[in-house]
């Protein structure tokens, strides 16, 4: 990655994400070189950075996408995925959604509880359609990852236990309006262990072929995203070593695996490029004072995530500092408690990792305008997603003053 930070700041201003596109099509690449052995979809997880050119680069490299809104079904729409290549995923979808997924013709309907499904085949009967459908099983196994983006464990609000799902099959098997055509998991995201996923993917396989038994053939195994990524110094699940153990399960099948990634595809193709503004101390501490803030990036102040972070082009007279954006919350915060060099008005920090859940969770709090996205592919800058003014945040508002 060779991107001149200083340049881009010149030509788009701060605060601004920038992603670097060739890393994300390496990041393809790995993962679909990694399933060779099978017929495989690797459906981007759209959440994780929705940027239309971003779905776009990935869906030219063969991409599906894996969907959790109708509003991410059109995104992938509109930059060209088939509809055969589209999932749609999530625990409570509305009855407008699931009619116009049904009409789309995507991939499949990704189901995850009972009522749901009773839902999706009313529906489909009301529009004379069959809706292909998955069922998310939950395998109760623990990811070892964050609580907050842990979701393999009957605690948690996803999907259905084995005896739920075999029984869901079996009412598929018997509508006229519903064919399972799939089968779903998802443990977790920033996965780094590899024991969680073999053995919840082996659960899911062992009620496959079970199914298989009595005569319901599924054709798609999709084993969800959640490969992490490095931040700092995490230890990583080897794409080869993931991709083996997985395919390891479905012996005795004919079926096309399907993941799922986010974070694994564009997570650290990003960065978030802040100017400093001030530095001040209260007391004994230290404050780095940014124009980006909890509204553009708020992973650290969410989940208490460490995203590798520099000041660009400074090396010298390093000290402890919290680095803080300009909101009134405590919680604005990108670091606490970290050695940065003392830096002056206008210097440029870099906050890594920045591709992923990033500008996606970003809002207007305090006012304040989404940042420009900016590609870098092949060496060369190509703005993806204006700043936003102030006339578009009060947009929808104006006209309602009195
Ligand atoms: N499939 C399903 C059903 C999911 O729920 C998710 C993520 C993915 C795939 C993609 O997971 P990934 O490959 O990106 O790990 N905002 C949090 C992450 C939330 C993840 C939600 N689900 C964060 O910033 O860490």
Redesign the pocket.
């Known amino acids: 990655m060779n991107i001149n930070f200083k340049e881009l700041a010149n030509k788009y201003k701060t605060p601004y994400y920038v992603y670097d596109f060739d890393h994300i099509t390496s990041q393809y690449n790995e993962l679909k070189d990694a399933f060779r052995a099978r017929k495989s979809l690797v459906a981007y997880?759209v959440?994780?950075n929705s940027n239309l050119s971003v779905i776009k680069h990935l869906a030219n490299l063969g991409a599906g996408a894996?969907c959790?809104s109708i509003g991410e079904v059109r995104r992938a729409l509109k930059v060209g995925i088939a509809p055969y290549k589209i999932i749609f995923?999530?625990v409570g979808k509305i009855d407008a959604e699931i009619r116009e997924a049904l009409s789309l013709d995507i991939l499949m309907i990704?189901v995850e509880s009972d009522a749901e499904l009773n839902r999706v085949e009313m529906i489909a009967k009301e529009l004379d359609k069959i809706a292909r459908i998955s069922i998310?099983v939950n395998p109760n196994i623990d990811p070892q990852t964050?609580p907050?983006?842990s979701?393999g464990l009957h605690e948690n609000k996803?999907g259905v236990d084995i005896d739920t799902a075999k029984r869901m099959y079996i009412q598929c098997k018997n509508s006229d309006n519903l064919d399972p055509v799939g089968i779903?998991l998802?443990i977790?995201?920033?996965?780094t262990q590899l024991d969680p996923i073999k053995e919840s993917v082996k659960i899911v396989a062992d009620l496959v072929r079970n199914l298989k038994a009595i005569k319901i053939e599924l054709s798609f195994m999709d084993i969800?995203?959640?490969?992490?990524i490095v931040y700092d110094n995490e230890k990583l699940i080897d794409t080869n070593e993931y991709a083996q153990s997985v395919l390891e399960t479905m012996f005795g099948l004919d079926i096309t695996v399907v993941c799922?990634?986010?974070?694994?595809?564009v997570?650290n193709a990003g960065i978030f490029i802040t100017k400093v503004l001030y530095e001040k101390v209260n007391g004994n501490k230290r404050f780095v004072i940014v124009d980006g803030a909890m509204n553009d990036l708020i992973?650290p102040a969410?989940?208490n995530?460490q995203h590798k972070i520099e000041v660009i082009d400074k090396s010298s007279d390093i000290s402890d500092c919290n680095l803080v954006g300009p909101i009134c919350e405590s919680g604005d915060f990108f670091a606490k408690n970290i050695e940065l060099p003392k830096t002056e008005h206008n210097d440029l920090v870099a906050i890594y990792s920045a591709g992923?859940?990033?500008f996606t969770?970003a809002s207007n709090y305090n006012t304040r305008g989404r940042v420009a996205e900016i590609a870098v592919e092949n060496g060369k800058d190509r703005l993806i997603r204006k700043r936003e003014t102030f006339e578009d945040i009060i947009a929808l508002e104006e006209e309602f003053i009195k």
Do not use: W
């Open positions: 997880a959440k994780a894996d959790v995923s999530g990704n998310r964050h907050y983006i979701t996803f779903h998802h977790g995201s920033q996965l969800g995203g959640g490969l992490g799922e990634p986010g974070r694994f595809m997570g992973r969410l989940y995530a992923a859940y990033c969770m």
